[in-house]
């Protein structure tokens, strides 16, 4: 025989070994089928290894390597075929309305899922994450941030100490002076992070949740920009109709401060249009030139803008949880309802 | 602030506002409203009832039988009250109407007389307290007429949020003033009925004034900048008059007496802080303005609590001891009484931060404290003192003696602050005029003192002295006037960041995807635990039984379990990325470290038609530890057991994630019962906790290898292992002694027999060996297996099985 007609036999015992691979109704004919091809002495494919030696040098390496392949391929054939005549026994063939196997489902905390939306919108717009120690000093507390420790201000968020001057984060701004401190402007950053407080458990207060940072600072940032950015995630995240109010508020390390608020427009199945309530969402403003000065920055020269939420009252609103105590429970129906 | 609506319109007059428009209005201006109400809410069905007899009940001695004409005819009423006079006014709460406690009343009879309806006391009404009886209203009024209307309760108070930096806005005048400045009317101080117009003079000095046997010293000039005296003698205390009653209640305060109540009104009209004192009540008449001493401890405030001080707080003192702590609480025995013949009015500036000090240490908190913490008008304490002077003198016929004794050591000086043109376009990105800057800045209260080469001075109104004090204080108050909606808000080019991603997000994100794609579920616990978790403390914490940070997240997660189990939870699978507190150094923050902790409890796969269910076992929890492991490590750190497990009765199965250098980076196991309450219908809670790197490996791209071309050669392998050697051990010397030729290597069997030999296990391995550049003769094969069988025989003395 040529070498040719060698691997056209090979490709036959292929063909017609994996059709009766197929065919076989039991153990026994399936082994029948490997003997006819793989047994060691007779196997039609053995023998075609074994002549191997025969096959002149030149033809030798693709003959061997077409043998091995067909090898290979009908094996695992027969394997599977195998496993098939042992496993699943139960699959009943007649009623495919019974019910599927899936594995447990898992999941993302809904706040966790609520952190990653607003980091994923907020890196399109070109910010990174930064992060920063949960328990600071009163400095990058509040000294730092324009926020003198007499000052009514340092009391809105009544906070834990540790010691006389090492506290536990009240607010993620912290992380606004630490990014500073080791980076130069440009800087877009957000700071998603736990952030602790002296309130007592009740439906909208827990001492201690999640709150996201950010923070802008380079050349020429304005109030524009400001107003721009937050407008533009509040419609990333909100849906594309929503409306975007800015109010005057007070922050000791932004001025002028702002609360943001949004009102939603949802449109039902139906097609009506139905406008929701403002929702007070952030907190935000103008990097105080005092912070900016604290960074060792030029304040003539740099401006910027850093904004706070909380992701955990965006996630009540946005999945309708009445109650923040629920994120902590963590009972796994309430955690089975956010399953990715 | 609690805001009458009424008295905003007496402020400003004309406001074309409703009470809804007005919080609209504030709110732009950076002071939303956060509720209304109307203190007439509730007493709707009361009306004005007139008393056309009233005579001793015949059958009980105490009690009253009026006949009062509620609008609806004259009605028989039964009166617990001694103080029912014929032809007064009360409010009168007819048969069917309802009180608020949701109170409805109907026909009784009481001691055999049928009582149609009930005259009210102040306290019934939800007034004030009552003072000894039903409450008479003076003036003309129709029978059956709204008793709400009738007492001015029509009015709404609004309730307006004010940030920390406007104390300004504490008072009826200062928003009225920020409103008047959004164009919305003039303000005015409106007029009191029968104002006797009192001009006063000031007896003026640095630290001590005295006419006659009244006196006043400040010997803590840096705690009060100036503090002024006026004696009011001969006044009658009592009820004050309808118009001021309402007034308060419509800002929701509570009518006490003149005096007092004249002090509340100035205070909520003005801003300025007032306290009266029982002028005879003060040792040797005079006012000593000081710190307290150390052997001063105990202070009786006028809410009867007795407070202990401190050295720094400033008090307010006669000739021996302290009478009021300034600017917080007066006390109780130099208190207006009903026996106050003469009474001297007191108006002063104290130090903000000294306030806030002494407020927060004692917890207590005042509508004075919590103005003078904000900043109080300097230069509108005079006006303050003339209006509640003249009040007093109208409402309780006292007569002014002297003049007012005016102690100042620190006179008020305006600020002038430089504001560019040219900045405010660099923060803003809008340009502003001259012009345009000064239109909005004029009407509240900035002053233009010079206007050059785009630089404008101006000098800051005493009422805004606080919070502005530099050139973007008033470049916010540009903004803010101007309006922030009116600022565009078109997205312009950045440059992107400086700082890179944080490469623990990276982690974070991968474990977490991780893992729930396992089917855990991630669960956030609060950080504070209870001492035997956590080895820091929080000095002030919330409660007692948790009053430390945590130093490991796995007990949260199996509180987490508690709590599912209680409620019939039985497959509970879940994990936590937190952070880890540990004591550092003495007044140092302390070390914190992200950890990982996962819980697994119950069935392996929910439960199926199909098969029997199968439960989660140590392999589970091992298999996803080494996932964790490798995802947080990159192969830095791998999952060992701890010495000495290996035996088929140990019950408490123990791994350890340890690096390179051997450092333990975390551990897992089952979770003993001692941690945690079971039910007897749980399975095994399985758990561990890793450590997470704070500066996790990039893990590299993974290099190709190409495919095998040559077919491979499998072994199989039984072996009788005795207890005491591990899986590992051999599968170690197995790959040692296979070389390259062994591509892989699988334990698919075991077999324990507890009889033979005190206990043996057999192990089956499926050993598969494999050239990568030829075809594999069954020689070699032999050869490497029968290395590997005498190597394993002469090292751990493990034979085949026979």
Redesign the interface.
């Known amino acids: 025989m040529t070498d040719d007609s060698l691997i056209a036999a090979l490709r036959k015992f292929e063909t017609e070994g994996l059709a009766a691979v197929r065919d076989a109704s039991d153990i026994g004919a399936l082994e029948r089928v490997r003997i006819e091809l793989l047994g060691r002495k007779e196997g039609r494919i053995s023998l075609v290894l074994r002549g191997l030696s025969k096959v002149s040098p030149d033809q030798r390496p693709a003959l061997g390597q077409e043998a091995n392949r067909v090898k290979e391929v009908v094996s695992t054939a027969i394997a599977e075929r195998e496993r098939s005549f042992f496993v699943d026994r139960s699959i009943d063939r007649e009623d495919l309305t019974l019910p599927s196997r899936p594995p447990w489902e898992g999941g993302i905390h809904p706040v966790t899922q609520a952190v990653d939306e607003i980091s994923r919108i907020f890196r399109d717009l070109g910010f990174t994450r930064a992060r920063g120690p949960e328990a600071d000093t009163e400095w990058y507390n509040f000294e730092a941030l324009n926020t003198p420790l007499d000052h009514p201000a340092a009391d809105e968020q009544d906070t834990l100490y540790l010691t006389d001057s090492v506290l536990l984060r009240s607010h993620t701004s912290p992380v606004q002076m630490r990014t500073m401190e080791r980076h130069d402007p440009p800087i877009r950053i957000i700071a998603p992070g736990w952030v602790y407080r002296r309130d007592t458990y009740d439906a909208t207060h827990t001492p201690c949740f999640m709150q996201v940072e950010g923070l802008v600072i380079d050349e020429g940032v304005t109030f524009v920009d400001f107003k721009a950015t937050l407008a533009e995630f509040s419609r990333r995240y909100w849906g594309p109709a929503t409306e975007v109010r800015f109010r005057p508020s007070f922050f000791p390390f932004t001025e002028p401060s702002a609360e943001v608020d949004v009102k939603r427009v949802i449109t039902r199945q139906d097609g009506t249009r139905e406008e929701m309530e403002w929702l007070e969402i952030m907190g935000a403003g103008m990097v105080d030139p005092a912070v900016i000065e604290n960074a060792g920055y030029d304040p003539e020269r740099y401006t910027g803008f850093a904004f706070g939420m909380g992701p955990g009252r965006i996630a009540m609103i946005k999945h309708g949880v009445d109650d923040l105590r629920r994120f902590f429970e963590n009972d796994i129906r309430f955690l089975g309802q956010f399953a990715s | 602030m609690n805001v009458s609506y009424r008295w905003l319109l007496d402020c400003v007059p004309g406001l074309q506002l409703t009470p809804e428009e007005v919080g609209r209005h504030l ?4 002071a ?1 409203l956060e509720g209304m109400i109307s203190p007439g809410q509730g007493l709707e069905d009361v009306v004005v009832g007139r008393v056309v007899s009233a005579e001793k009940h015949p059958n009980a001695d105490r009690l009253t039988l009026c006949e009062v004409d509620g609008g609806n005819g004259v009605v028989s009423v039964v009166c617990g009250a001694p103080n029912v006079l014929e032809g007064a006014w009360y409010p009168f709460a007819p048969v069917g109407a309802v009180l608020p406690g949701d109170l409805k009343l109907e026909e009784v009879k009481i001691r055999g007389e049928i009582s149609h309806g009930m005259l009210c006391s102040a306290k019934e009404l939800g007034l004030g307290h009552d003072q000894g009886g039903i409450y008479q209203i003076h003036g003309e009024f129709t029978p059956g007429q709204s008793f709400v209307d009738a007492i001015g309760l029509d009015d709404v108070t609004m309730d307006v949020e004010i ?4 104390g300004d806005l504490l008072s009826h005048l200062g928003v009225a003033r920020e409103l008047a400045s959004a164009g919305k009317g003039t303000v005015t101080i409106p007029e009191f009925p029968d104002d006797p117009h009192v001009s006063l003079s000031f007896e003026r000095h640095t630290q001590e004034a005295r006419v006659g046997n009244v006196g006043i010293r400040i010997e803590a000039p840096d705690l009060c900048n100036r503090y002024l005296g006026v004696v009011i003698r001969g006044v009658f205390v009592g009820e004050s008059p309808e118009w001021l009653q309402q007034r308060l209640r419509g800002a929701g305060a509570r009518p006490i007496n003149n005096v007092v109540d004249a002090t509340n009104y100035v205070m909520l009209e003005l801003g300025q802080p007032l306290h009266a004192f029982d002028l005879n009540r003060l040792e040797g008449t005079s006012v000593v303005v000081r710190r307290a001493q150390e052997d001063e401890n105990g202070f009786t405030t006028l809410d009867d609590e007795t407070r202990a001080l401190s050295a720094d707080m400033l008090m307010i003192c006669d000739a021996e001891k302290p009478v009021a702590i300034g600017g917080v609480m007066g006390g109780l025995e130099s208190e207006v009484s009903d026996d106050t013949v003469d009474v001297l009015l007191e108006a002063a500036l104290f130090n ?2 000294s306030i ?2 002494t407020s ?1 240490i004692l917890g207590l908190s005042t509508d004075a404290s919590y103005r003078f ?2 900043g109080v008008d300097p230069e509108g304490i005079e006006r303050a003192v003339s209006r509640a002077t003249a009040l007093i003198v109208a409402i309780t016929g006292g007569v002014i003696d002297g003049p007012v004794l005016d102690c100042c050591p620190a006179g008020f000086e305006a600020d002038v602050v430089s504001l560019r043109l040219s900045r405010i376009e ?5 340009s502003f005029t001259s012009a345009e800057v000064q239109s909005l800045l004029k009407p509240l209260g900035f002053e233009l003192v010079d206007d050059k080469e785009g630089v404008l001075d101006l000098r800051v109104p005493g009422f805004r002295s606080y919070d502005v004090t ?1 050139e ?2 008033l ?2 108050e540009v ?2 006037t101007h309006g ?2 009116k ?6 080019p ?9 490469p ?2 990276e982690l974070e ?1 991968e474990l ?2 991780a ?14 635990v209870p001492e035997s978790e956590g080895d ?7 409660t007692t039984t948790e009053p430390f ?1 945590r130093r490991a997240i796995l007990p949260s997660l199996l509180r ?1 379990v508690e ?2 189990f209680a ?1 019939g ?1 039985r ?4 994990f936590e990325i ?2 880890s ?1 540990r004591k550092a150094g003495k ?4 070390h ?1 470290e992200t950890h990982l902790a996962v819980v697994m409890t119950g069935r392996r ?2 439960p ?4 029997q269910d199968e439960f989660i076992t140590v392999w589970d929890l091992k298999a996803l530890l080494e996932a964790a492991a490798h995802i947080s490590y990159a192969g830095a750190a791998e999952v060992t057991v701890e010495p000495g497990v290996v035996h088929p009765f140990r019950e408490e199965l123990a791994f350890v994630v340890a690096n390179v250098e051997g450092h333990s980076m975390g551990h897992g196991g089952l979770v003993s019962s001692a941690e945690m309450d079971v039910p007897v219908w749980a399975g095994d809670v399985w758990g561990f906790e890793i450590m997470l790197p704070s500066d996790p490996p990039r893990s590299a791209a993974p290099t190709h290898v190409p495919l095998p ?3 491979a050669i499998e072994r199989d392998l039984a072996l009788v292992v005795p207890i005491g050697n591990s899986a590992a051990e051999l599968d170690g010397l197995i790959r040692d002694c296979g070389g390259t030729l062994l591509e892989s290597l699988e334990l698919f069997d075991l077999y324990l027999d507890l009889e033979k030999d005190g206990g043996v296990r057999s192990l089956a391995f499926r050993l598969r060996f494999r050239a990568e550049d030829r ?1 594999l003769k069954d020689k070699e094969v032999d050869r490497s297996v029968d290395l590997i069988l005498r190597r394993l025989k002469e090292e751990l003395n493990v034979e085949p099985r026979r």
Do not use: C
């Open positions: 709110a732009l201006r950076g939303p940030t920390t930096n406007r903000p931060g806030r000090a927060k913490e904000r660099h923060v803003l990105g809008v530099r973007i204080d470049i916010e903004a803010r922030y909606d600022f565009p808000a078109e997205m312009r950045y440059r992107p960041s400086t700082v890179p991603d944080h623990m997000f994100d977490r995807g893992l729930a794609g396992r089917g855990l579920f991630e669960a956030q616990t609060p950080a504070f820091v403390q929080v000095a002030n914490p919330l940070v987490i709590h599912n409620h939870n497959d509970v699978r879940l937190g952070t507190f007044g140092e923050p302390p914190e796969e929910p199926h038609w199909s098969r071309i040559f077919p075809t």
